[in-house]
């Protein structure tokens, strides 16, 4: 080991350490290896494409070229106000530390939770939405009885590669990146070059097969976007296992965002404009699939959704690491049943085995419970929005109060104020369009949830959780130079 790499790693132990833990994790990724991870599972391959249907339905052409950039520019708010604060509290906690350091322990417990919710959902939405596009591939019906083996089976592979390959998943989030900016290049190129288009103007046209107001079907429409657009406070979560994570922890989550807004506006337009017959291809069981295939013939329109699967499988891998180290660091605080189980790090292959099984197994719950792609993807979107809101708002609160006097080098400054305002009204927005019909069942699992956990920190864990080892609820000097 060099002795650059070796300061930098005794730096970040020993801001870990003043964090309140100590090293466990294995501390290997660089700053791209951080973007992959956020990257990865953002996943324009997956998200767009497995619910390019549900847009095409809802919106029609125009929900992806006026929904898309919308709520790409209003997630860049809510990465942005995120990325502020994993730049000064670089833990595998993430948003449930910053929840409970600048809030309280009844805060970080909610965000922990809310966050756990929405990570086991957005595991089972993209594990669940790529067995459906195999299925659809190999030419099986849709019917469980065929996509739960094929479910079952992609969890297990991602599992293991998480339990026994940490430097391997690292490899692979970086092939994973690449991966998917060369698979939007390959297909958006074979559309240009062999498909038939339509005019610019069709991106402007207004269609609905679900909803006679034409309105409320762009804005149902808009879950396309933004379920993908979730999972980029991964980056944080991999914060201990990143070097230099004050700077490549924040990077990571802004830049997955940014980059997967333009890469993915792409592929959509390409997409859009090679659709021939709008009727016929909304209602065909898979939209995305029909278009390739009218548009390209079924040899090459097959090859190239067997290269958006790919890449729907690389997000799963990033989405189940995510998912463990928010179970790992939750249960290193006895947040959890099983906090001592749940906190283990195995000694052969540095990784929170335990929590990485547990994971998958709550993911595989959530495709039992459900029986639909959508109300999974719209409870991941809920859940993780209300766990993105909650630590923003702390935040915003502490900024005011001088709580959180010292900051990390990604900081907003001036414009922290708008940001976050920003950022906290569009959560609020998410999280009351997705509840609206026909995501009836995400909304009422959201509120049971919800009301189950309030009466489960009211009988129990407020007696004895006190979340993590450092707060930040007394005003707190400046540490060096002054505040913004």
Same mark, same amino acid.
């Given at each position: ?91 595998? #906690? ?44 190999? #030419? %099986? ?79 149902? #429409? ?28 924040? %990077? ?60 729907? %499988? ?142 489960? %920190? ?24 002054? #505040?913004?």
């Amino acid at each position: 080991m060099d002795a650059d790499k070796k300061h930098q790693l005794d730096a970040d132990a020993a801001q870990l350490q003043r964090l309140g833990y100590a090293q466990q994790l294995l501390r290997d990724m660089g700053g791209f290896s951080n973007f992959a991870v956020s990257f990865s599972i953002i996943s324009i391959l997956t998200g767009a494409v497995t619910l390019y249907g549900h847009g095409l339905r809802f919106g029609g052409p125009f929900v992806m070229a006026v929904g898309w950039p919308l709520v790409a520019v209003m997630t860049l708010t809510v990465a942005a106000s995120l990325a502020q604060l994993a730049s000064s509290f670089p833990t595998a #906690g993430a948003l449930y530390h910053w929840s409970a350091m600048l809030g309280g322990p009844r805060v970080g417990f909610f965000t922990a939770w809310l966050n756990t919710i929405g990570q086991f959902a957005i595991t089972a939405g993209i594990d669940y939405g790529l067995a459906e596009f195999v299925a659809d591939m190999f #030419g %099986w019906p849709r019917e469980r009885g065929y996509v739960l083996p094929l479910y079952a089976a992609i969890l297990l592979s991602h599992a293991v590669l998480n339990h026994v390959g940490v430097r391997a998943v690292a490899l692979l989030n970086n092939v994973s990146a690449w991966y998917h900016v060369a698979g939007v290049a390959v297909v958006i190129g074979a559309l240009v070059a062999f498909a038939p288009r339509q005019d610019a103007a069709f991106l402007l046209t207004r269609f609905s097969s679900e909803s006679s107001i034409y309105t409320y079907g762009f804005l149902i #429409g808009l879950l396309q976007a933004q379920w993908t657009f979730t999972g980029y406070d991964a980056s944080a979560h991999v914060s201990e296992e990143t070097m230099d994570p004050t700077r490549n922890a924040p %990077w990571g989550i802004f830049l997955s965002v940014a980059v997967s807004a333009v890469v993915g506006y792409a592929l959509l337009v390409g997409v859009t404009l090679a659709i021939g017959n709008l009727p016929e291809a909304a209602a065909a069981p898979n939209p995305f699939l029909y278009v390739l295939r009218e548009s390209l013939g079924p040899a090459l329109g097959g090859a190239l959704v067997w290269i958006a699967i790919g890449a729907m %499988w690389f997000c799963g891998l990033s989405s189940v690491t995510s998912n463990s180290r928010m179970l790992f660091a939750f249960a290193r605080d006895g947040g959890l049943p099983g906090s001592a189980h749940l906190s283990r790090v195995s000694p052969r292959f540095r990784s929170p085995h335990v929590a990485i099984w547990v994971s998958v197994a709550a993911a595989f719950g959530v495709a039992i419970w459900s029986g639909a792609y959508a109300a999974m993807v719209a409870l991941s979107t809920l859940a993780l929005y209300a766990s993105y809101a909650l630590p923003i708002w702390v935040g915003w609160r502490a900024r005011r109060s001088g709580a959180w006097a010292h900051r990390g080098p990604w900081d907003l400054g001036r414009f922290s104020a708008l940001v976050n305002g920003v950022a906290l009204g569009w959560c609020a927005v998410v999280m009351v369009l997705f509840i609206l019909p026909p995501n009836e069942l995400a909304g009422y699992t959201f509120a049971g949830a919800l009301a189950l956990l309030i009466v489960y %920190w009211a009988a129990s864990q407020r007696h004895t959780f006190v979340g993590p080892k450092v707060t930040l609820l007394a005003p707190a000097p400046v540490q060096a130079g002054p #505040g913004k």
